[in-house]
């Protein structure tokens, strides 16, 4: 069965965090109702310590137009506005059509004609091809969508201090207390979900050919040491093409090795660099492949070790396994702790002309058989539906007893940790190590 995944270019999962680091001019007056364990950052006006007491606070780094970077311990509530407000409740749906805003290939058509026979509307989509180019369009107004799909929460930030939401009337969304996880019905970079409900998780990991790769390695004391000790693979190992997943995976070696929590999105100069010379490493070890493409070469056999995402495993499970080769030679471990777990979300357009019909659209994705069937039929990564789990996967026969580590859980997003909007200054570190790396 061919997928939409055989393309050329870009994947969305590649430039999902391209927008992660971008200034914009717009201030951030107004646009932040609250935030939890805020600190205040050393030298600030008003009230703060002073002295010796100043050493003892951690500045928290902000974003476009002094916006709080949201953090798990630096929760954050955006504001609802007089000129911004929630549609009212119980109004009728609009005729359409329907304009959607995502990246290529990352909604089922038969799913989107489901609504467009319940509902007796056409759905129109434009795509984008990273989250650059899709707010820097939403905020120039060259375009208008109502409902915008598969950007996350290292773009929240950039989206509402570009001011281009609809807060959400959760009125219209009873799937979102009924279906999905609570951990993610009130996330901590987006409050009370006012302006995004979630549409797909994935966590970073490891996946390999059990029947080409001789170390058991997910009993490994540290399975990220496999990839340093992989020459007899050379050639055939891979790593994720994109700077924040591939520095965090040393990061986490260092850490699981030393038993400590890292933190992934560190600006400190030290811990990055030492992330980028230990990436270098492998270059000369096993000639390591930067690449997206697992979810087609390791079910080929072109590559036996990578570095993966956990929906690429599932995808490849689904749609790329050679006539002949059956899906349980593939594995993926994931770190139980302290590894990195990522979700994209849907959200609303502040200029949509359909919003009733925006909001029964995100009801409609948020629904446990829409969600299901856009998952095992067309694009291969996990919503956080309370009913799908590895479990029921395995019962029908959709994915072997290996790659259960690659539906990702709810209690993992308590556990690991999110790849989230660094500073201006923050994103140079990253790309200064990531471009040193690549340049070999």
């Known amino acids: 069965m061919g997928h939409p995944r055989d393309r050329p270019g870009f994947t969305r999962r590649q430039l999902l965090h391209r927008a992660a680091g971008t200034a914009v001019g717009l201030t951030g007056a107004g646009l932040v109702a609250g935030c939890e364990n805020t600190t205040t950052p050393i030298g600030a006006g008003g009230g703060g310590p002073s002295g010796a007491a100043a050493q003892l606070v951690v500045a928290k780094p902000t974003g476009p137009g002094g916006l709080p970077l949201p953090r798990p311990d630096n929760a954050v509530t955006w504001a609802i506005t007089d000129q911004n407000k929630p549609i009212l409740d119980g109004r009728p749906a ?11 290939d990352y909604v089922d058509p038969i799913v989107v004609k489901r609504f467009e026979k319940k509902f007796h509307t056409s759905v129109q989509i434009a795509t984008y091809n ?63 979900s006012r302006y995004t409900v979630p549409y797909v998780v994935w966590l970073d990991g490891i996946g390999w050919r059990n029947d080409k790769v001789r170390e ?19 050639g055939r190992v891979g790593l994720l093409d994109d700077k924040r997943d591939a520095l965090s995976m040393p990061m986490q070696r260092i850490a699981m090795r030393n038993g400590v929590r890292p933190d992934l999105n ?48 599932l995808s490849g499970a689904f749609y790329y396994m050679p006539k002949g080769v059956k899906p349980d030679v593939l594995s993926f471990w994931g770190p139980p702790r302290n590894g990195v777990v990522q979700n994209d979300f849907l959200c609303i357009g502040r200029s949509s002309k359909s ?14 058989k829409n969600a299901y069937d856009n998952m095992v039929n067309f694009v291969g990564y996990t919503p956080p539906q309370n009913a799908i789990d590895a479990k029921a996967l395995i019962k ?37 190590a990531w471009s040193k790396f690549k340049a070999g």
């Not at 060259?142 to 201090?161: E, K, M, P, R, T």
């Not at 390695?217 to 050379?234: E, G, K, L």
């Not at 539906?407 to 994103?427: C, K, Y």
């Open 216 to 234: 058991d390695i997910a009993a490994m004391d540290v399975p990220w040491d496999i990839f340093w000790h992989s020459q007899a693979y050379r």
């Open 130 to 192: 990273s989250a650059d180019e899709a707010i820097a369009k939403l905020a120039s107004g060259a375009v208008a969508f109502d409902v915008i799909i598969g950007l996350s929460a290292s773009n929240i930030v950039n989206l509402i201090a570009q001011r281009v939401l609809q807060p959400l009337n959760h009125s219209y969304l009873s799937n979102l207390s009924k279906n999905i996880w609570p951990e993610l019905q009130d996330p901590f970079y987006d409050r009370g």
């Open 94 to 104: 609009e005729r359409g059509p329907l304009r959607l805003y995502n990246y290529a």
């Open 266 to 313: 560190t600006e400190d100069p030290v811990v990055v660099a030492t992330a980028g010379q230990q990436l270098s490493q492998l270059s000369r070890i096993c000639n390591i492949k930067v690449t997206i493409t697992d979810y087609q070469t390791l079910p080929e056999g072109k590559t036996v070790l990578h570095h993966s995402w956990s929906g690429d495993l």
């Open 396 to 432: 029908k026969g959709l994915i072997p007893k290996s790659l259960t580590d690659a539906v990702v859980r709810p209690d993992q997003f308590a556990a690991n940790q999110e790849l989230l909007q660094l500073s201006v200054g923050g994103e140079r570190l990253w790309d200064d």
């Open 355 to 368: 919003p009733v019909l925006a909001h029964h659209f995100l009801e409609h994705l948020l629904d446990q």
